[in-house]
């Protein structure tokens, strides 16, 4: 019976302890890919557009082709209609547009690669940092002057964190939300925590708030 006992404990324990170890490797490795993220060149795209010709020269807005920026969780892509909108009267016959023409006729989605894609594990929702007076350029830096888009900086939980440690440095009036130029003042952003209740990032006690 001693035995037995004896047994039962060490397979207990050592249950527990292998449990335990797992549960280390396993957050250290999802500490490490969070902080130790790094930018990778931009992905190719069916078409190649020019976010520095349509966005800073003609200033088009954001708005235009990610239509759900300002109220969901994802920005959207824009579908081939909106393309159109404007191609099938400019460059019509352009060969570099063949893809959107194609597209237009057969009724294919045109397959745009995410130029930025978060972890699995990060919840983040653009609607609601709009919303707050965080502009585009925070995140996504001066996409009117990108060529070819590309994802400026790693996004860590360090560089979330840094924002919300300090928001009003980083904060505009919504109707500069997506002025790409625009040049935060900490001064007025003060004033801006407080008429948009902003949380900083001692409020945001739950793991849950970004990780679900």
């Known amino acids: 019976m001693r035995r037995r ?27 490490v890919g969070a902080f130790e993220q ?38 959207g892509l824009p579908p081939t209609e909106t393309c159109m909108s404007c191609h099938a009267f400019i460059r019509p016959d352009s060969p570099r547009l063949a893809p959107v023409r194609e597209s237009w006729e057969t009724g294919e989605p045109l397959r745009w690669n995410r130029v930025i894609n978060l972890p699995d594990f990060v919840y983040f929702h653009h609607g609601a940092h709009v919303a707050k007076g965080v502009g585009c350029a925070e995140c996504h830096g001066r996409v009117d002057q990108m060529a070819v888009v590309r994802q400026p900086q790693a996004f860590t939980m360090k560089f979330c964190l840094d924002c919300h440690r300090q928001p009003e440095a980083h904060l505009r009036p919504r109707e500069q939300v997506f002025n790409m130029a625009y040049t935060p003042d900490p001064e007025l952003g003060k004033k801006l925590k407080e008429l948009y209740k902003v949380r900083s990032a001692e409020a945001l006690t739950s793991c849950n708030t970004c990780h679900r």
Request: net charge positive; with cysteine.
């Open 38 to 75: 790094r930018t990778l060149p931009p992905p190719p795209q069916p078409v190649p557009f020019s976010h520095a010709f349509h966005a800073g020269g003609l200033g088009i807005s954001c708005r235009y082709c990610h239509a759900a920026v300002e109220h969901a969780p994802y920005a």
């Open 5 to 31: 006992n004896r047994w039962v404990r060490t397979l207990f324990w050592g249950t527990v302890l292998g449990v335990f170890a797992l549960l280390v490797v396993v957050f250290s490795g999802v500490a």
